[in-house]
């Protein structure tokens, strides 16, 4: 018996825990089991060949947001070539209306919700024969009946988490992937976006067995860990024993990767993680949006003053990486409104700021009230939002324009000084973030692949119209950004010729391609050292000499050690 687990990722440095989690349940089946990993990047006829190849007697799809359209083709390209080969599909999206995905794709049966105990008794169904009417005794599904009807059988109860089996036996799969673990299935808090929220039983993994687990991680030193756990916090000692445990246990390598609510975050918690070794940890934040009445109508739980003062006492403390997220499109919430939703959480200065879009998901309260709210989404996944009552589409595209810039010029911290220098120009970031979206799609630069060099020459064309008085002051950020992420092969066309500094950067450069000297008539201290300026620095007289160091990079930015070595080529400092 060939039981074929087959998951469709959305990049292939991604791994697929639920997979790895029922094969790990059903022990007993497991040398009949195989899971096959593939990426929405493979082509579709590809992964038809490959699964075609691998001779199945059963198989099962792993269904989500990312490759549901992938899946569905699959499965009838499949049932042409394999007509007797029993199709199974499971995840989220195809939990929430398994009849009408059974009505619309020729696949034999649904697994709904939680499917470790659900997958292992379809194991014992084919492996040990029985005769089809037993699979209407197996909780959680819906399938097709004999007669050709559909049946949903009793709903399955919750599992103990301690009953799941650690699901990484070694690494050696995993190589260059990141790995994904779960202390905690459900959560507490009700958003009405997520399906998550549906899940209201919370429950834990016993600490014993999830230090345990952790442990593997640390001596098999793995490059990232990622919880999957939806407010990872949400149990004030369960988080501290574990953070406790990482802290006390860091290997200098790994790092963990944890989504939280920083208004639920303790004193004593913010002091843990100040106290820890900087990229030990990272923390993604859903902040969604800064509008209270947006926030009361999702039916979320936020204190935006008591986030607001974690986030930029953890900024302060310098140890961890922060993600901060907003969503555009939700209820009450119009144009102008999100623009002061994404000046409030910008003015954080998060390493990341993620701008994303509603996502009306099958299931949802969301999904439910569309219409009330006037939702008008895409069709197919990821069922993105397109307008609502408060919101236009053009608009909408106008935030699109925002984010694409964000990515750039922000989120890739590529030019780190250059933003905050740019950032004087507009009052609330968002617009500045527009406008360039708008100069990008003005001279047809959008949805095309530039070089760092030739985005940092975009920049200094779109100054020279917005900024022209600084325009100098930019091209001198603008090499400081560059020679901040690395040591450049081909030097910018704007920067000063370095021949006249030769016997300074002798001296100081003893370490050849590790290390860069570079001359800047501007304070770029000041500008790398506030979170925000007050006002652009003056011009000096005589250029002050900044030494990169490669070898001594930030673990929270990758940026590289910097210091002034001289001010005007006398005085080292």
């Known amino acids: 018996m060939n039981i074929l687990l087959i998951a469709v990722n959305a990049k292939y440095i991604h791994s697929n825990l639920a997979v790895y989690s029922l094969k ?26 490959e699964i075609y190849k691998q001779k199945p007697d059963v198989l099962c799809f792993s269904c989500y947001i990312w490759n549901f359209r992938y899946v569905r083709e699959l499965i009838v390209e499949l049932k042409k070539l394999l007509p007797d080969v ?15 995905f ?16 659900t997958f292992r008794e379809l194991c014992r169904f084919y492996i040990e024969e029985k005769e089809r009417s037993s699979l209407t005794q197996i909780s959680g599904l819906v399938l097709r009946s004999e007669e050709g009807e559909l049946v949903r059988t009793a709903a399955r109860e919750p599992l103990d988490l301690d009953r799941i089996p650690f699901v990484y036996e070694d690494l050696e799969t995993f190589q260059n992937r990141i790995l994904y673990y779960e202390s905690s299935r459900g959560c507490p808090f009700s958003c009405s976006y997520c399906l998550s929220s549906i899940e209201k039983c919370l429950r834990f993994r016993s600490l014993d067995l999830v230090k345990q687990e952790l442990q593997f991680f640390l001596e098999q030193r793995a490059p990232q860990v990622k919880f999957v756990d939806r407010t990872f916090n949400c149990n004030h000692q369960h988080a501290m024993e574990i953070w406790r445990y990482l802290k006390e246990h860091d290997n200098g390598v790994t790092n963990f990767h944890f989504e939280i609510a920083a208004d639920l975050l303790t004193d004593e918690e913010i002091a843990l993680i100040a106290s820890m070794r900087p990229g030990l940890i990272q923390l993604e934040i859903g902040v969604q949006s800064t509008h209270m009445h947006t926030i009361e109508e999702i039916h979320r739980t936020m204190d935006l003053e008591r986030l607001t003062e974690a986030v930029c006492r953890l900024k302060e403390a310098g140890t961890v990486h922060q993600h901060l997220d907003l969503i555009a499109g939700l209820p009450k919430e119009n144009f102008s409104m999100f623009a002061e939703s994404f000046r409030q959480v910008y003015a954080m200065k998060p390493e990341q700021l993620q701008l994303g879009f509603l996502k009306v998901l099958k299931g949802s309260y969301m999904y439910e009230y569309q219409n009330e709210y006037g939702l008008l989404y895409q069709e197919h996944p990821p069922y993105e939002v397109m307008a609502t009552n408060w919101l236009s589409y053009e608009e909408i595209l106008k935030i699109k324009l925002a984010e694409e810039m964000l990515e750039v010029y922000y989120n890739s911290g590529q030019f780190e000084l250059t933003m905050k220098v740019l950032e004087l120009t507009e009052e609330n970031p968002f617009f500045l ?6 100069y990008y799609e003005e001279h047809g630069w959008l949805a095309m692949s530039h070089s760092r060099i030739r985005r940092c020459e975009i920049l200094l064309d779109y100054v020279r119209e917005k900024d022209a008085a600084n325009r100098g002051l930019y091209q001198e950020t603008l090499t400081f950004d560059l020679y901040y992420r690395e040591n450049m092969k081909s030097r910018p066309g704007w920067a000063p010729d370095l021949s006249q500094f030769k016997e300074l950067s002798r001296k100081y450069c003893k370490k050849g391609k590790l290390t860069h000297l570079e001359p800047f008539w501007y304070d770029m201290e000041i500008i790398q050292k506030n979170k925000t300026l007050t006002g652009y ?13 490669y070898e001594r990079r930030s673990c929270l930015t990758g940026q590289a050690g910097v210091r002034l070595v001289s001010d005007g080529g006398t005085h080292v400092k």
């Open 86 to 100: 029993p199709v199974w599909a499971g995840g989220p999206e195809v939990s929430y209306e398994p009849e009408i």
């Open 433 to 438: 973030f527009l406008h360039l979206g708008e």
């Open 24 to 49: 790990a349940y059903a022990e007993e089946y497991r040398q009949q089991i195989r899971i096959a990993e593939y990426t929405i990047n493979h082509r579709l006829e590809f992964i038809l060949q």
């Open 537 to 549: 620095p003056q011009k000096k007289k005589e250029p002050c000499f900044y030494l990169f160091s």
């Open 102 to 117: 059974l009505k619309c794709y020729p696949a034999d049966g649904v697994m709904v919700g939680e499917g470790e105990a």
